[in-house]
Nanobody
Framework: QVQLGESGGGMVQAGGSLSLSCVASGRPLSTYTMGWFRQAPGQEREFVGAITQSGATTNYAASVRGRFLISRDNAKNTMYLQMTTLKPEDTAVYYC?????????????????WGQGTQVTVSS
C-alpha cells in the first residue's frame, strides 16, 4: 500500500504561479499512474490531470489545459503539479491520487490511494 503526501499549497494572486508536490512512500511511485484532483467548498471533487507510470502520457481537464503541467520523478518518488496563470476559480483543496490502471483516468473512481490534500487559494 502506498501513502501519499502533498505539499506546496498556499495563497497567490490571480495570474500568479504555484507548484505542488506529491511524495509517495511505502511502495515505489513508478508502480502507479498518478492523478491530481481538486475540491472546492460545496463542490464535488474534480479531475485536474493525470500522468502515466513512465510519464510519457498526460491527460488534463479542459479548464486547466495549457496552464497546468504535471510531471513526475520516479527516482524521487515524487509527482509535481506546476500551475500558472492561476484564476480565483482554481481555489480548492488539491489532492494527489494513485491508480493501478495504466490509463490516466479522468475520474476519481479509478484511483485507490489519496493524499490528505493541500489548500490552494487564488485571490482576485
Amino acid at each position: 500500500q502506498v501513502q501519499l503526501g502533498e505539499s506546496g499549497g498556499g495563497m497567490v494572486q490571480a495570474g500568479g504561479s504555484l507548484s505542488l508536490s506529491c511524495v509517495a512512500s511505502g511502495r515505489p511511485l513508478s508502480t502507479y499512474t498518478m492523478g491530481w484532483f481538486r475540491q472546492a467548498p460545496g463542490q464535488e471533487r474534480e479531475f485536474v490531470g493525470a500522468i502515466t507510470q513512465s510519464g510519457a502520457t498526460t491527460n488534463y481537464a479542459a479548464s486547466v489545459r495549457g496552464r497546468f503541467l504535471i510531471s513526475r520523478d520516479n527516482a524521487k518518488n515524487t509527482m509535481y503539479l506546476q500551475m500558472t496563470t492561476l484564476k480565483p476559480e482554481d481555489t480548492a483543496v488539491y489532492y494527489c491520487a494513485a491508480s493501478p490502471f495504466t490509463t490516466p483516468l479522468p475520474y476519481h473512481g479509478g484511483y485507490d490511494y489519496w493524499g490528505q490534500g493541500t489548500q490552494v487559494t487564488v485571490s482576485s
